[in-house]
């Protein structure tokens, strides 16, 4: 069986990525990940982007992102 990749929001931080992934920049050049779970930017403030480097815990980064989930309407 193969193995699923898993990307999870944290809150107030990064994307952590962990599984089989191939991470490309906008030219199609390969990012090398040597480690089985990345942690990626999404406050923008990397310096190291597209990883993440702890800049969002030092600019006070707040994300509101959650899964909506589907309700369901019961009847009686």
């Known amino acids: 069986m193969t ?3 898993k990307i999870t929001a ?3 931080g990064p994307y952590l990525v962990k599984g089989p992934v191939v991470l ?3 030219d199609g050049n390969e990012f090398l ?3 089985a779970t990345v942690a990626l ?5 990397s310096q190291n982007k597209p ?3 702890g800049t969002h815990s030092r600019v006070g980064f707040r994300a ?9 309407e019961v009847r009686s």
């Open 3 to 5: 193995e699923r990749t």
């Open 10 to 12: 944290l809150d107030n």
């Open 24 to 26: 490309l920049d906008a």
């Open 33 to 35: 990940t040597e480690r």
């Open 41 to 45: 930017c999404r406050c923008g403030g």
């Open 51 to 53: 990883f993440c480097d």
């Open 64 to 72: 509101a992102e959650r899964a909506v989930r589907e309700m369901q």
